[in-house]
Antibody, heavy 118, light 107 residues
């Protein structure tokens, strides 16, 4: 069974940092292209970042809204993907989901809440 | 960036109705279009992939179609369990973009 479990969310002040972790199981993580997607309190879904596999040189891609502030990374030995979030803004407040899509399947974690507020 | 314009934002309907939600892509995305259903407090669930293919476990009353740059999700006969939010996603190229969502609710 495929599982994705996000941790690391919480309340943080503007300008601070936070690191999210997505621990996975049930599939060959080392071959998987992984994504982070977030959902604002207004319920808008926004793709945040992607990291490809080692065979693709771990290429990374970012939404313009987070470029230069967020970093996606992975540890294949731990079947985990991470999202380092720096210089957080109030508009980064959202539920953050880790996702994996392959062919006709799309797997999402349960999500983790990040609240940026003073 | 590819923009996905989704309509309507809200869709009041009755049980048994045939309903259609549409997304229009601002650039060619081929068939790289997915539809998701989301219920309160839950993660999005894949309903349609490749614009027209039913995802595993999805009831056959759901279908997807394409006409040019317009992509549609149709529910042939609405059931109470279908009341949810629906989103389209273009997965052709980064940055991947979602539609703004459609809230399907009972009339």
């Amino acid at each position: 069974e495929v599982q994705l479990v996000e941790t690391g969310g919480g309340l943080v002040q503007p300008g601070k940092s936070l690191k999210l972790t997505c621990a996975t199981s049930g599939f060959t993580f080392s071959n998987a292209w992984m994504h982070w997607v977030r959902q604002s309190p207004e319920k808008q879904l926004e793709w945040v970042a992607q990291i490809k596999a080692k065979s693709n040189n771990y290429a990374t891609y970012y939404a313009e809204s987070v470029k230069g502030r967020f970093t996606i990374s992975r540890d294949d030995s731990k079947s985990s993907v991470y999202l380092q979030m720096n210089s957080l803004k109030e508009e980064d407040t959202a539920i953050y989901y880790c996702t994996w899509r392959v062919g006709g399947f799309d797997y999402w974690g349960q999500g983790v809440m990040v609240t940026v507020s003073s | 960036d590819i923009q996905m314009t989704q309509a309507p934002s809200s869709l009041p309907a009755s049980l048994g109705d045939r309903v259609t939600i549409t997304c229009r892509a601002s650039q060619d995305i081929g068939n790289y279009l997915r539809w998701f259903q989301q219920k309160p407090g839950k993660s999005p669930r894949l309903m349609i992939y490749g614009a027209t293919n039913l995802a595993a476990g999805v009831p056959s009353r759901f279908s997807g179609s394409r006409s040019g740059s317009d992509y549609s999700l149709t529910i042939s006969s609405l059931e109470s369990e279908d009341m949810a939010d629906y989103y389209c996603l273009q997965s052709k190229e980064s940055p991947y973009t979602f539609g703004a969502g459609t809230k399907l609710e009972l009339k």
